[in-house]
């Protein structure tokens, strides 16, 4: 017998749950784009997203996934034959840099492999020996989704400064807005890359980028930037239709105005420790299920835990049997593993991702964790018992 039916949880690192408020948001008629409520509603977006990113600067929006978002962000500050470094901790920094090559712009990687930061004395050194500052920008990703690694964006921009380095800082903070701590402006970074649908809960389509004047200067130095992706219309548009640099992301835009004000109701610090507790206890049952057994969370340090996502891995091919069993017994979809080894490879199946990103509250979190403890007492997984009772325990004292 399934015990399934129910409301479902998509426990995946994105698209993460969408609130019923943005889903009521959307359910509309198609709304006149040249005058009218539109019109302001959208301008209404940009302080409420600044507030997100905190940040005073710039933001444009486009309609893309985070894939065009990070197009958009190499678009407006790299040309063909500049170099960038490219610092990796998973699989979704080397998707960066391989759309940066794509683009023309040699891309070094340092690679921080799969279970460690990004260790910014390394990023000191290698800066300190390009004298000729033939590196023009540094992309790290703040957040890698397929590890769950953490990285400190402000000890990227410290190495950077003390290498005396004019290099743009651009983070990828997809998966980590809205989730894990960010301080654009104070952390030092140039270029903040995101989209709509991890953690601020609004469907896949929307990507931003937030750029600071050192951007913008940077922008204005280019030769020629790709009309779609150039970033200065949308962020200051003349006329409405210079947001979208065509017809606006109509029903996108009236989700988005609720995420926002969902986020803004809680407030963005309550967000954030929301997360770090839901997070805490996630980690709780799987260090008590790792006891006896084998699962294991990817990152060893919880300073260096991402609270949007977390990596973990049981001996293959159980942690697809387990996401199975939790997906057609419990509701409850896990992530896959990615990045951590070849799909074709037997290994691929010893991985599994819980997202716990967005719109996730903890009897969600205490459901999604009693079905993975209900799936390794049903598939006869080893692990120690008490998973839940670490989590519930963790979640008691807030
Ligand atoms: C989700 C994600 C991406 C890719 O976003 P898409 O919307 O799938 O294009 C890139 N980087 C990080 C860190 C992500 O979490």
Same mark, same amino acid.
């Given at each position: @017998? ?11 690192? !994105?698209?993460? +749950? +969408? ?5 009521? *948001?959307?359910? &509309? ?11 302001? @509603? ?7 997203? &600044?507030?997100?990113?905190?940040? /005073? ?32 901790? %998973? ?13 023309? +712009? ?6 921080? !492999?799969?279970?460690?930061?990004i260790d910014p004395a390394r990023v000191e050194d290698v800066l300190r020996a390009d004298t000729d500052h033939r590196i023009k920008a540094v992309l790290a990703t703040h957040v890698d989704t397929s590890t769950g690694i953490l990285s400190d964006m402000k000890a990227v921009r410290a190495a950077i400064d003390a290498a005396g380095h004019p290099a743009l ?21 140039? #270029? ?14 929307? %990507? ?37 640099? !065509? ?10 105005? *609720? ?13 954030? *420790? &929301? ?5 805490? *206890? ?28 977390? /990596? ?13 069993? #939790? ?5 409850v979809t896990l992530g896959i593993g990615l990045g951590m080894a070849e799909c074709t490879d037997p290994a691929w199946h010893g991985y599994f991702r819980i997202g716990h990103m967005g719109h996730v509250n903890a009897h969600m979190v205490l459901g999604m964790l009693g079905a993975i403890e209900a799936g390794l007492v049903a598939l006869d997984i080893p ?9 519930? &325990?963790?979640? /008691?004292?807030?």
């Amino acid at each position: @017998m399934s015990l399934a039916s129910g409301h479902p949880y998509l426990a995946i690192p !994105g698209p993460s +749950v +969408v609130p019923d408020e943005v889903l009521r *948001a959307m359910h &509309r008629g198609a709304p006149n784009i040249y005058e009218g409520e539109l019109i302001e @509603m959208t301008a209404s977006l940009l302080p409420d997203l &600044r507030r997100v990113a905190r940040t /005073s600067h710039h933001v444009a929006i486009y309609i893309a996934n985070g894939h065009g978002a990070w197009e958009a962000a190499l678009a407006n500050t790299l040309a063909p034959g500049d170099a960038v470094m490219v610092l990796t901790t %998973g699989r979704f920094g080397h998707g960066w840099a391989e759309m940066a090559a794509s683009l023309g +712009v040699v891309a070094e990687i340092i690679d921080f !492999g799969k279970k460690s930061p990004i260790d910014p004395a390394r990023v000191e050194d290698v800066l300190r020996a390009d004298t000729d500052h033939r590196i023009k920008a540094v992309l790290a990703t703040h957040v890698d989704t397929s590890t769950g690694i953490l990285s400190d964006m402000k000890a990227v921009r410290a190495a950077i400064d003390a290498a005396g380095h004019p290099a743009l800082l651009m983070a990828d903070c997809i998966a980590s807005l809205g989730c894990d701590r960010l301080e654009m402006d104070d952390w030092g970074i140039d #270029v903040t890359v995101t989209a709509s649908q991890k953690g601020l809960m609004t469907p896949p389509g929307l %990507g931003f980028v937030f750029f600071n004047d050192r951007a913008a200067a940077v922008r204005a130095n280019q030769e020629r930037v790709s009309p779609y992706w150039d970033w200065t219309r949308r962020a200051t548009p003349e006329i409405f239709y210079q947001y979208f640099c !065509g017809t606006a992301p109509t029903h996108h835009l009236y989700g988005l105005r *609720a995420a926002l004000d969902l986020i803004h109701a809680e407030g963005i610090e309550s967000v954030w *420790a &929301r997360h770090d507790t839901l997070s805490r *206890a996630i980690w709780a049952a799987a260090d008590v299920w790792g006891r006896a057994g084998a699962l294991s969370l990817n990152v060893a340090d919880p300073v260096h835990r991402s609270r949007a996502v977390s /990596s973990l891995s049981l001996p293959a091919p159980r942690a697809t049997e387990l996401r199975r069993w #939790v997906e057609a017994n419990a509701g409850v979809t896990l992530g896959i593993g990615l990045g951590m080894a070849e799909c074709t490879d037997p290994a691929w199946h010893g991985y599994f991702r819980i997202g716990h990103m967005g719109h996730v509250n903890a009897h969600m979190v205490l459901g999604m964790l009693g079905a993975i403890e209900a799936g390794l007492v049903a598939l006869d997984i080893p692990h120690e018992a008490g998973g839940v009772s670490a989590a519930a &325990r963790v979640i /008691s004292v807030g």
